[in-house]
Structures are given as structure tokens and as C-alpha cells.
């Protein structure tokens, strides 16, 4: 059944998106795709989905744009490998960069946008500090505004973020009301984050640590990433690296993140890559002496989950994906589309 222009207005939609820089690790997997696939079908009956691929995002930091193309598609076949209901009318699966909407819109607004605003995202200044000088673009300082474009083109009220991205939402809803405050109702203004955080009633605090630094979080674009488990990596290659997780010296297993991080997160790793339950594994080990015994044991968890994930990604179909994201392109550049023409006669490009 085709629905029609008055049922799209009344959707309330919900947009998330995930940047194609790398490949994808398992702290990906749990903290954002799972939960992701998890929201599209709990949600798809009662609200429209964008899940987007930010692929004007993906260079704010260098990469290999040779394997950019191809980063795209398997990151498509990862969500659909995860279970993402690609067959959903209410799911919208669309790349940024072929709605060239995102692009004008982020012109405008970033000319209302303060250098001083942007200048205190910490995002940036984290980001920025890990790269030299001269690598440091433009694009990565700019990027919490073509974040707000993708927002705002869709009248999206409802998107998950984790801590990292909480400031660039409430950038976007600052942008939003300060365009409408100007101009008249332009955009819609995305939910509050305490509100965010109320209607996904996920736990978003979710952080894998890094294997070899369990202080700080694992992330795909990590120099080395020795401490990274890749959802690409070979089961072997994988449990190497478990094995070699850096631990402490207390030499008793208790779940303490502080004073046991690197432990602390493998225990979390197993309980989640397993389906068991956190306290169920933290029984099983608690007061146990040796890591190497442990540390075996999770390596065989993460090894038997990438087997598994890794047959089902080699069974997803590309042909669908191609076809879900010409049918979704075409669909949100309508709405992207009428949004941009609003904000272009607002600020006089357009009578
Ligand atoms: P990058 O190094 O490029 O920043 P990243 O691994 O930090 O990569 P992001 O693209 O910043 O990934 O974030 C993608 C999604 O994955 C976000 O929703 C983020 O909250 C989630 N995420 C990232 N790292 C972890 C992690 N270690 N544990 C749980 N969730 C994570
Ligand atoms: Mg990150």
C-alpha cells in the first residue's frame, strides 16, 4: 500500500546514522548497531525510520578513499546481517552524500552558526588533538553542522545519541530555534536529550574499552588497533588479541571498573557476545585466579560470535540493498527537498 503525503506529515521519525570510516567493531555492534536493529523493529509499526549512511561524514578524519565505496556496502551488510528490517515500508536506508540537500542546508546554516559555538565542541577538540595541525580539517571543526542538516531536513524529532554526540544534538536544537525564532517555523526541533534518553530506554552509556588501554573506549579509527576487535577480524585473529588484553596484577577476577578495567570489560564482552546475563557470567568468575583460563574463554566467546555473524554476513543479498536505497533515496530527497526550499525563501536565495 502506498501511503499518501498527509499520513508522511504525520509520522513522527526517528534518524540515526552511522559513519563509514572504517570497519566496524564489536563496541559498534553492541553499543550502537544492536540497539539500533533493536529500535527499527520494536519501532517501524508506529514511526518512520532513517537510517542513514553519513557518508559526507566519513572523511572529516583522513582514510583510504579507495576502500570508501566498498566500506559503505559492507557496512549496509553488517546492519542487515544484525537483523535491521530492510524489508520495512517505514524504513528509509539512504546514503547522505546522493541528497545533495545536506550539503545546501549545511551552507546556510553554518552562516548562522558562531565560530565560538563550534570552538567549544568537545567532540572537536578530542578529535583534533589526536591528529596533526595540517590533518586537522575544516570538515571535522564543521561537522555538528551538516549533523544538524541531516536532523533538521527530515523533521526528525527523535535521535539516539551517546555522550559523545549529546552535544552536537543540543547544538542542533539551539540552530533549529534560533533559525525559527528569526525566519518563523522553519524546522522541526528535535526532542531534548533527557527526553532521547526516555524514549529509546536504552542503556546508551554502553562502552567497550580498548583491549590494550581499557581506560579509554575501543574505536574503529584507532592507530593500531591491537586493541580492536573488528567485525572483520578472523575468529583467530580475533581471540589473539583477547589473549594478549592488557589486565592487571591483582590477580583475582572481580568486576570493578575501576580498579579492574581491562577484567571488567572482558567480563562484559562475554556476557554480551554469549546472549547471557551480566551477573550470571560475574558469578561464574568471580574470586577466580587464573586470567589466562578466562582470558581463553572469552577469546572462545568473541571467536564462536564472529564465525556465526560472519556466515550471515556472507548470506546477505547486495541486490536488495541496492534496491532498498534508490527506493529510500528517491523518497527522502522529496523530503529533505521541501524542507531546503523553506529555509532558501526564509533567507531570500529563492522568491
Ligand atoms: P571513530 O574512531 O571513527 O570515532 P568509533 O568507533 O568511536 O569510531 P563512532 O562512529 O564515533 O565510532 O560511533 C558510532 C556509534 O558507535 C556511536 O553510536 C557510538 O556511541 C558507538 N560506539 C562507538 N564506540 C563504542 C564502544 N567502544 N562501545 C560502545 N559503543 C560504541
Ligand atoms: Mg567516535
Known sequence: MKRNMAQEKNRTRILTGLRANNDLTIGNYLGALLPMVDMAKQKAGDYDINLFVPDLHSFTTPIDHTQLQEQIMQNLRVFVAAGLPIEHENVFVYRQSYIPAHSELTWILDCFTGFG??????????????LNEDRVSIGLFNYPVLMAADILLYNASYVPVGDDQTQHLEFTRDIAERMNSRFGELFTVPRAVPEQHKFFGKDQGLRIKDLQDPTKKMSKSDETGKGVIFMSDTPEAAAKKVMSAATDSLGKIAFDPQQ??????????????????????????????????????????VSA???????????????????????????????????????????????
Do not use: C
Open 117 to 130: 559555538e563550534m570552538n567549544r565542541m568537545t567532540q572537536f577538540k578530542d578529535k583534533s588533538a589526536k
Open 305 to 351: 560470535f564472529l564465525k556465526d555473524f560472519q556466515a550471515k554476513l556472507a548470506a546477505v543479498d547486495d541486490a536488495e540493498i541496492m534496491r532498498k536505497l534508490e527506493s529510500s533515496e528517491a523518497a527522502m530527497r522529496d523530503v529533505a527537498n521541501a524542507t531546503l526550499l523553506r529555509a532558501q525563501k526564509a533567507v531570500g536565495l529563492r522568491a
Open 260 to 301: 579492574q578495567p581491562g577484567i571488567a570489560n572482558l567480563l562484559q564482552i562475554m556476557a554480551l557476545l554469549s546472549g547471557r546475563t551480566h551477573a550470571e557470567v560475574v558469578t561464574e568468575w568471580e574470586g577466580r585466579e587464573s586470567y589466562g583460563e578466562f582470558k581463553k574463554a572469552v577469546a572462545e566467546v
